[in-house]
């Protein structure tokens, strides 16, 4: 069988094809008989030496090639419209779909990419070989609701048993990155091992994420000119042991990105692909730099960088010490609020 395991959620075509290896056997077993290739260097006559050997001490052997098909996507090939002649435009690919054909039925194939286009010219040539050998499957990031029932089951297996607040936390501030989440997970089933439910307060004592929460809150302090709540936060992240360099270093990361999320909301770049633009996984992230950047003007967003850069090295040369810094910092950035 051959299988193209693709989309934006990579943990759940990793499984996937996890799945298939223990289906070879145990692990002992395995090694023998899976083999992997990437598309840098890929060599078709590798993949027939690996493709065609008799199982060993197994009935099932595994060939996983990872990333092939966005290589051919960027052969030259995957954007022409037209007849294309077999092989045309598929790079180091060329002469694949012919040694797919001929694969025996004790191989399974895995390729394993990103975002695949339905006009990818690899994926058109191995659908070709018929739905009866192939088997498509596209994984995308999983929605709000999918999210919490994956993170209650994947918890459970874990020993872990979540509170509806827990998986709500988690959801909110974690959101569809299931690497993350499964190491949150993994943190979390430690922590309150044994019979323990685990609460919104753990995952608040244990999930990262959550700072960044408490940060983004102080940026719209900063940017309303509310002075007494932005002091209070920066005062309640200090309690939390977040040093004053750390403080405006996350500030000014979230300045830079609500800068550059205003940029995306003039070129009017979907919401989807803010992600790789910004650098931001977490769907949390990606929601709330989408706020500020409509909320706040590009001017007031410069003005705040600025005095953050004064900040940071007013404390690094110890000219003033971090909380004196800090206060001024908040003084400064909320009268130049009033006063615009």
């Not at 975002?115 to 995308?140: C, D, H, M, W, Y």
């Not at 607040?165 to 990155?177: S, T």
């Amino acid at each position: 069988m051959i299988y193209v395991f693709h989309g934006d959620d990579t943990f759940s075509a990793n499984e996937a094809v996890a799945a298939l290896a223990e289906a070879v056997g145990p692990p002992d077993v395995r090694a023998p008989n899976v083999s992997r290739f990437d598309a840098g260097g890929f060599a078709v006559n590798a993949f027939v030496g690996a493709a065609m050997v008799v199982p060993f001490l197994a009935e099932r052997r595994l060939v996983v090639v990872q990333g092939l098909l966005e290589a051919a996507a960027g052969s030259g090939g995957g954007g022409r419209r037209g007849r294309r002649q077999p092989g045309e435009g598929l790079g180091a690919a060329a002469g694949l779909p012919q040694a797919l054909a001929e694969t025996p039925d004790f191989t399974d194939v895995a390729f394993v990419d990103g975002r695949v286009t339905l006009g990818n010219p690899l994926l058109r040539e191995i659908q070709a070989l018929g739905k009866e050998r192939v088997e498509v499957r596209s994984f995308a990031p999983l929605r709000r609701e999918e999210l919490k029932e994956w993170t209650r089951e994947r918890a459970a297996r874990k020993g872990a048993r979540l509170s509806p607040a827990a998986v709500d936390l988690l959801a909110e501030y974690v959101g569809p990155n299931l690497w993350a989440m499964d190491n949150e997970l993994e943190k979390l089933a430690v922590y309150r091992s044994g019979e323990e439910v685990v609460e919104a307060q753990d995952v608040e004592a244990l999930t990262p994420s959550l700072r960044e929460s408490s940060v983004f809150d102080l940026v719209d302090a900063l940017m309303e000119g509310r002075g007494d709540r932005a002091m209070a936060k920066l005062q309640a992240l200090l309690t939390e042991g977040a040093g004053g360099p750390y403080l405006v270093s996350m500030v000014a990361r979230q300045a830079r990105l609500t800068a550059l999320g205003q940029e995306l909301l003039r070129l009017r770049v979907p919401r989807e692909e803010w992600g790789p633009r910004i650098g931001a996984t977490s769907d949390f992230v990606i929601r709330k730099t989408a706020e500020q950047a409509r909320r706040f003007p590009p001017q007031a967003v410069g003005a705040l960088y600025r005095l953050l850069v004064e900040a940071d090295l007013a404390m690094k040369s110890g000219e003033r010490p971090d909380e004196v810094a800090l206060a001024e910092l908040v003084a400064r950035v909320s009268s130049l609020r009033g006063g615009g």
